[in-house]
């Protein structure tokens, strides 16, 4: 019944090898539960005839040796419950591990295409659910099938006609098992798609409260949320409704099953085939059935829905991720950061190309600032040059090296990025420098110092310890700036790749950030987008940008001399906002 939906659980099967000693030893005191359920029903048969007799001696008997078996039988579940919950665990916590190194390695392209709430989802609930279910089929649905074999082999010892009998009425639970099955299936796959399209609206609309008070769009997005919640109630309304009807349907259908078999048990001792103690012990038997069967159709259900999740969680695996660095990737030796761009052409989608053979040489140590309307590719420049992505014709060279050929982890430690809008995890302030990277207090403290951070950082309670909430909202926009550049130059990058903040700071907060650059800068290659005058100004070279290409370049008053492209920008945004 579940070999054909259950191909993707199997694949998981792997994933329990090194606990194999648990799961053995987890195995061993479930064959004594189970092996206890028929002796358990032998005794009851032995019991009523026992009471009958008035006898209470043989009463006693049965009743002390029955008492054992209890006691054995919930000792060894004990056993088996707790061997065996470990490794389930490990199993689905080994699940969300792969997925969330997975998650790390996807390709940018497919990681914006997913949203964040579905991911949070995803990764929180879906997991819960598979996890629940890898836990659920080793602790409960492999012993309630065992018990469910070891009970009606116990029935066939005792009457084979009897046991035949019963098993026809099996089929008919089964079928409507499967048929209720596949429709709960059905409606926990549309529910969670439901929930997780409501988390992707929450998570929008938590980030965009401001805009939308702004705008006065609260109707709007109200009305939008109603939409998606309703949606979502009607979902789990049907999947709930298949689910009351299952419960009563084949409760119904196992009390007929059990009074038909009273009649048939009847028709048995009367055909002289099976004594009354006998037929004593077949009740108690079926009775032990009930409970096993129950839990396998509950865990049925549960198993169809965690198929649903897991199948969501397998999607993932489908996106693409980064490409691996490629055999014999070289390590790089000290750099001198050099920058080249051959021919480079880049677009997301073949058909719209986005950079068109650029061509560029910067020597180490160069400023260089680029310049261009909005669109014109200068982040997704900065995206090949962090081999985010990779150019479709040409080559990026550093030092002369494809990067292509390089090691991804050490490419990224050469050019560091100090991007438009600070991100910083919560943390301590010299957790937040470090970024995992090995560094000393001291190291922490010198990148600090040459991001012009270290003041401002001393004098927080705490210091380097102070707490960093999330997303860093306990810092001002400019100790933010810094923070991140304290964060790029602790690794010495050669290169540095610096995307402006737009969001003009008040003087003062503008002239320490400046300063924290213009340290940070020295002695390497800087790339800069630059919405500032000062910025370009100051650089060796500014490359002006538009429509994917180079369409000017020079220094500042051999452009402004020009009277070009880059001139009308200057007059029209940096000069207006800066000068
Ligand atoms: P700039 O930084 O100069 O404003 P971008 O490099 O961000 O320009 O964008 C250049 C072009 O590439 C734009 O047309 C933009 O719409 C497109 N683009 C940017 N990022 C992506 C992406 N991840 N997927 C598809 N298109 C993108």
New binding site residues.
Partial sequence: MLAPSSAGFRRLLPLLKPHRGRLAAGGLCMLVFVACWPLLASQAGQLIPAIGSGDFHRVLKVIAVALSLFLIQKVAQFGQDTLLAAPALQVSQELRRNLFARLQRLE??AL?KLSAGDLTYRLTEDADRVGEVIYKTIQDTTPSALQLVAVFGYMVYLDWKLSLATLLLAPLVAVLVSVFGARVLGAAERSQQQVSELAGLLGEAIGGLPLVRAFAAEPWLQQRFETEIDLHRRARYRTLRLLALQHPVVGFIEAAGILTVLLLGAWRIGAGGLSGAGFSSYVAALLMLIDPISHLTTNFNEFQQGQASLRRLRAIEQEPVEAPDRPGARPLAQLGGALELRDVSFG??PSQP?LQQLNLRVAPGQVVALV??????????FSLLLRFNAPQQGQVLLDGLDLQDLRAAELRRAVALVPQQTTLFSGTVAEAIRFGRPASDEQVRRAAQLANAADFIEAMPGGYGARVEERGSNFSGGQLQRLAIARAVLGNPAVLLLDEATSALDAEAEEAVQQGLQRAMDGRTVLV?AHRLSTVQEADHILF?EG?RIVEQGSHDGLMMAGGRYRDLCNRQLIRSFG
């Fill in positions: 940018f392209g914006e997301y989608s986005v261009g309307p909005s669109g014109a590719g200068k982040s997704t420049l987008i940008l994917g």
